[in-house]
């Protein structure tokens, strides 16, 4: 009972602190509330809009969540993303059609692996952190598909950092597209990817042998699992995701790449990842919220909310939601 009505104070507590950052802003919250529901939601278009801030993020948090259960803390799916999405648009435009979209997919997905390996190796056989050896690669990941893109890659047709436009043959085809709502083939990967995912951790020993390592490392070792492995595979995998979900905005959405391709998806997919807690079919609604607030974030600046507040709904979010798994946590071990 008492843990029961500290769960609730917490989350009271989440809501008066975001109520009293809009009022601080000058807004009035019922107001601003709405008008993120109907810029979010309101309409088929809005929703379309929604659904495709949701795509990239709930892949690259499934890639973030991967990491996690393994105990590795992946802040470099911004990279991974970005040379996926590089080299899935260097394929595309010499490839282009249906065999060219799957080996677009399979070079963001080996690009992206490749990326995070590194990351991996150091963790498991230098004892680097990999929070430090991830930072590094993004930056570097921004520099060289910068680089890419001014240089070999660039569309001399225009001024910009940016490739040619891939042909419409090789875009990634709807599932449904009537009456302004657009539903993307790569939203429907990402769904299925965390489905499965929740399935492939409990049911697999692969899956087990990811969560032992990330559970205790030691008694994992003691339980004949090789940590090392286990984390060079987690660290290779996640890269791979964080590839794919490049790949997909590319071919789905953009249909190229240009200089400062993401506008954050790998470090939001953190909170994605973190506000799912344990739960791979948490994922789902974490992403579609964090979708919500992206695009919906516009429409409240007309009620003279800065679009900033969506940045601190999501942070208060996050740590209630940790808040909480923690208060849950002592109440087992009690």
Known sequence: MKRNIGIAILALCGICLI????????????????????????SPAAIAGTLRETTPLLIAGIAVFFALRAGLFNIGVEGQLTVGACACAFVVLKIPGPFGIVLGTIAGMVAGGL??????????????????????????????????????????????????????????????????????????????GAIYL?????????????????ANPTAAAVAGISAKNVIVRAMTTSGMIAGFAGAMQVLAFEHRFYGGFSPGYGFDALGVALLAGQSAFGLIPSSLLFGILAKGGTAIQIYGVPKGITTVILGVLIVVAAAIRYRKAKAVES
Not at 25 to 33: L, Y
Not at 153 to 171: F, L, R
């Open 19 to 42: 109520v009293f950052a809009m009022m601080a802003a000058g807004a009035k919250p019922m107001e601003a509330f709405q008008g993120l529901i109907k810029g979010s939601l309101g």
């Open 115 to 192: 990326w995070a390996m590194p990351a991996g190796l150091i963790k498991a056989y230098r004892g680097g952190h990999e929070v430090i050896t991830t930072i590094m690669l993004n930056n570097v990941a921004g520099l060289f598909t910068l680089a890419l893109v001014s240089g070999p890659m660039k569309d001399p047709t225009q001024e910009g950092t940016t490739t040619a436009n891939i042909a419409e043959s090789s875009h990634l085809p709807a599932v449904y597209d009537q009456n302004s709502l657009t539903i993307s083939l790569a939203l429907v990967f990402g769904l299925v």
């Open 198 to 214: 929740a399935g492939w951790f409990k049911r697999t020993v692969a899956g087990y042998e990811v969560r032992a390592v990330g």
